[in-house]
């Protein structure tokens, strides 16, 4: 639907860990502006694998991913959307905080070297959203969704996960930064929710900024 709303950046991508919300919000916002929607590959042959710690499956989990988005990447940038808001669910620095946690030393040094190679290529989101969870509402919304095989992630693992990003995000200073309290946020069934979110990246952000919704469950 056109609203004749826009919001002051080209290019905004969604990053957090797994259970923060990041595709809904991509579809919610590819929607209401009419946008080019960048989701990850969430098919990746070796994720069921990865999940059951099988030998070897975390190295191939990463690599799949990695020259994934980069294709995706390219592929979009290429076709010169310049007129429309892209949208995507991750950020492709999202690739080393996951080899960072899953890979052995050996892996991550050969991991390291093509990121290094491939990372120079890739542009860098006018805006990064940020989206915070907790523990607990990050596995309640893994276990009502409909992907089998993250039934098995541990809330050792998923802790583990959310730390990661925490410290990423800390230092991170490549873009504008919304980091987004998304545990009392619920943009499905509160569209007031949504809106006051649309309300804040329509105003400019710079450098690192903070929103955390008023809404309770």
């Known amino acids: 639907m056109k609203t004749g709303q826009s919001l002051p950046v080209h290019y905004l991508a969604d990053d957090g860990p797994i259970g923060a919300g990041k595709t809904t919000l991509v579809e919610m916002l590819a929607r209401r502006f009419e946008g080019v ?19 070897g499956a975390a190295f191939q989990t ?7 988005r980069f294709k995706q ?12 808001l892209l949208v995507a669910d991750y950020t492709f620095p999202k ?7 899953n890979l052995s030393d050996d892996e991550l040094m050969l991991f390291d070297k093509l990121y290094t190679l491939l990372e ?5 989101p ?21 992907r089998s095989f993250e039934k098995s992630i541990s809330e050792e693992y998923m802790s583990e996960l959310i730390d990661a990003y925490h410290h990423y995000y800390h ?25 006051e979110l649309v309300k804040q990246l329509s105003k400019p952000i710079k450098g690192k900024e903070y929103y955390v919704p ?3 469950r």
Do not use: H
């Open 37 to 55: 929607k960048i989701l990850e590959d969430v098919n990746n042959p070796f994720l069921p694998d990865f999940y059951r710690d099988r030998p």
């Open 62 to 68: 990463e690599l799949y991913f990695l020259l994934s």
């Open 73 to 84: 990447q390219q592929d979009i940038f290429q076709r010169e959307l310049f007129d429309r």
């Open 95 to 101: 690739n080393r905080i996951f080899a960072y946690l």
């Open 120 to 124: 120079p290529q890739i542009a860098v």
């Open 126 to 146: 006018d805006l990064v959203l940020y989206l915070v969870a907790d523990l607990p509402t990050c596995m309640r919304r893994i276990n009502t969704r409909e």
């Open 171 to 195: 230092y991170y200073n490549r873009s504008p930064l919304l980091v987004v309290d998304t545990r009392n946020l619920n943009i499905v069934e509160r569209p007031e929710d949504f809106e």
């Open 214 to 216: 008023l809404g309770s």
